[in-house]
């Protein structure tokens, strides 16, 4: 029997049309669903929109509809896209659907009866973009820890998990599957930032709005957007809190997750804490892919520039699209985007490596042989190394493909497709055709091209399969099985399309970037006209375009009050002064560039802030350790910054 294979994507919000990144996601699932089903698994493939909480209530009221007729239009619109770009998943689930929402509350209900859940009273802070609940502490600068955004105070009687409860077992579990989260870094991130400190109770239900599945012994609340949505993954297979789980179930549980960076938490804590409680075994594993992040700033609606999936499809059509955002993102990081190097992609690996060899090829059997293919056994020791590189390339396309390195088993599979063409530079079967003793030769090269694309195609076919049918076709030979791959020379014969089609054409980037531009104009144009771009959403937008930190990054630096105990200026230099400044026990030397603003007999005797851990620097000659900290006006004017209360210098600031 074949091995069972479960494999899930992220479910998308219904709150608006999916851009590149999230569609990325779904290409991304779709391209390991598909090469794991040439390896002989039993796939179950599933994805879907998870279609509550109080964001997409938000908006619906913002469109003038019922969040149903909302999420309906945008479901719908997220299924096209996924269709579009040729998604196969099995199963798209609906988190509005009825028999979703009918084991939501069964597990809810389960969970507060066995303990785990219990009522109590919340007071803390919302953002409601992340759907987030914050306590005081937990804010940086007053803002959502996650996303900086503000966030809403927020009060209500709430039902909570008891996380803590199963933290030591998570982590047990984390030591003994090394495999569980991919990358392991981010391991490392979740014990480091939430484990080791201590997990906080998490508030599981909400009463402030109503769009969300209700909780059936108490319809004052409705169930945390999270726990729904998580609980998609068990119960689309038709998990059934009482016991009664459909086949699938039983089968194909547990799976393999596919999310984005920002959700790990949420699959690598919370969810395997939930399925804990209800004693359900873990997912197999849980990768988390970077985030594709437009050149040139963030994508945003009022500036026209998001990109979509369709939009790009309308250009370059299906496969180039999937290529170029699965070799876009590196492994372990982030991938960035933009319209010209989507040209530049296609024109350098579509249309000149893997186009140009497969047109090159038909024409030449073409040409040389009326179309037939055969192998004349007419060896020599320049194949060996071709030969070699297509046997090889399985084994590691496999590997990476296991390893979630998806842009790394392309490159393997066009080392394929770049060796051959350098194959035919070597082999030159146009001289081998002048010469009628070359014959049997030249009919060996031929073959061993098109072995050799077959192979390569074969590969690709999980990440562009309409174009590798469409190879498959032109070659007259069908794709090879998964098992056959590592050997050379299982074709037998072949006729070759005459009427071959250019799978890639080379492409005029500045044309097509004036239609481009256009576009973006005109959307950006009619994004102000429908909805004149607020002073609100200005400054977010601005904020976005700031790289922004955690709370981790800004706790690596340390920043603490000082006395300045002597100043002077630093001769040879206009600019900078020498300053002597005590911190508590100790004495610093700093040298500061602010010259300009203060005479040196001001600072003296004044509390100022600074840098404390910043590696020292040798300025003018003078060892410097640390950086005060000023204010820089509009007009350049500076400012140091002081603290507004008399502390004792040394005092730490945070
Ligand atoms: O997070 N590049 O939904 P979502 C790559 N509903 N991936 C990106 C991306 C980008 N620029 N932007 C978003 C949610 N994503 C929840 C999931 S699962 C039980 C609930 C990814 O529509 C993001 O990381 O905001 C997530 O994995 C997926 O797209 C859907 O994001």
């Given at each position: 029997m074949k091995e069972k294979y479960y494999i899930t994507t992220a479910i998308a919000y219904t709150s608006s049309k999916p851009h590149i990144g999230n569609t990325y996601e779904a290409i991304l699932t779709d391209s390991i669903a598909r090469y794991k089903r040439m390896q002989g698994y039993d796939v179950l493939f599933q994805t879907g929109t998870d279609e509550h909480g109080q964001k997409i209530e938000e908006k619906a009221a913002a469109a003038g509809k019922s969040p149903k007729e909302f999420v309906d239009g945008v479901a719908g619109q997220i299924k096209d896209i996924w269709n579009l770009v040729n998604v196969s998943y099995d199963k798209f689930i609906r988190t509005t659907d009825d028999y979703h929402v009918l084991q939501v509350q069964k597990i809810f209900k389960k969970l507060y009866e066995q303990g785990d859940i219990y009522k109590g009273a919340y007071e803390g802070w919302y953002c409601t973009p992340c759907e987030s609940f914050w306590t005081e502490s937990q804010l940086v600068d007053g803002k959502c820890p996650d996303c900086g955004r503000p966030v809403k105070k927020a009060q209500e009687e709430a039902y909570f998990f008891k996380m803590s409860k199963y933290a030591d077992k998570l982590m047990k579990y984390y030591e003994e599957h090394p495999d569980f989260i991919v990358p392991v870094s981010r391991k490392n991130e979740m014990i480091n930032n939430f484990l080791k400190p201590g997990l906080q109770d998490l508030c599981v239900s909400r009463s402030s709005f109503k769009w969300g599945i209700p909780v059936d012994f108490d319809s004052k609340h409705v169930v945390y957007v999270w726990l729904d949505a998580l609980t998609n993954y068990i119960t689309g297979l038709g998990y059934d809190a009482d016991g009664n789980h459909a086949e699938k179930y039983n089968e194909y549980w547990p799976a393999t997750h596919v999310i984005g960076k920002d959700i790990i938490r949420f699959h690598t804590i919370y969810w395997p804490i939930f399925l804990m409680a209800l004693d359900i075994p873990l997912p197999k594993q849980v990768y988390g892919h970077g985030w594709l992040l437009q050149e040139g700033g963030k994508m945003s609606k009022s500036k026209g520039n998001v990109i979509y999936a369709d939009d790009l499809v309308s250009y370059f059509g299906v496969d180039a699209v999937r290529y170029y955002v699965l070799t876009a993102m590196p492994a372990d990081n982030d991938g960035l985007i933009s319209w010209e190097s989507v040209i530049d992609t296609i024109n350098s690996d579509l249309a000149n490596v893997f186009g140009n060899l497969v047109s090159r090829t038909i024409a030449m059997s073409n040409k040389y042989f009326d179309g037939i293919v055969q192998d004349k056994g007419a060896v020599e020791s320049v194949d060996e190394e071709l030969k070699g590189v297509v046997k090889g390339a399985v084994a590691k396309v496999t590997a990476n493909v296991n390893a979630f390195k998806i842009s790394d088993a392309l490159a393997e599979i066009f080392a394929i497709f770049r060796r051959a063409n350098k194959y035919i530079d070597e082999t030159t079967p146009w001289v081998l055709a002048?010469?009628?003793?070359?014959k049997d030769r030249l009919a060996t090269v031929m073959y061993n091209l098109t072995e050799s694309i077959l192979v390569g195609a074969t590969l690709l076919s999980a990440f562009m399969p309409e174009t590798c049918a469409k190879v498959s076709q032109m070659l007259g030979a069908p794709l090879k099985d998964f098992d056959s791959l590592d050997k050379f020379g299982t074709l037998t014969t072949t006729t070759v399309t005459k009427t071959p089609e250019i799978l890639f054409a080379r492409l005029d980037g500045a044309k097509i970037m004036e239609q481009v531009n256009a576009m973006i104009e005109e959307r950006k144009t009619k994004a102000t006209e429908s909805a004149p771009v607020s002073a609100e959403v200005k400054a977010e937008e601005k904020k976005e375009e700031v790289e922004m930190i955690d709370i981790n990054d800004f706790a690596k630096v340390k920043l603490g009050v000082a006395l300045v105990t002597a100043c002077e200026k630093v001769e040879k230099s206009k600019k900078l002064l020498k300053l002597t400044v005590k911190l508590g026990d100790e004495e610093r030397t700093v040298v500061s560039g602010m010259a300009n603003a203060y005479a040196p007999e001001d600072l003296i005797g004044k509390k100022i802030t600074m840098v404390t851990n910043l590696k020292p620097a040798k300025l003018c000659g003078i060892l410097s350790e640390g950086m005060i900290l000023c204010a820089e006006g509009a007009d350049g004017t500076l400012s140091v910054l002081s603290p507004e209360k008399d502390v004792e210098d040394g005092s730490s600031i945070s």
């Open positions: 002048k010469d009628e003793s070359k």
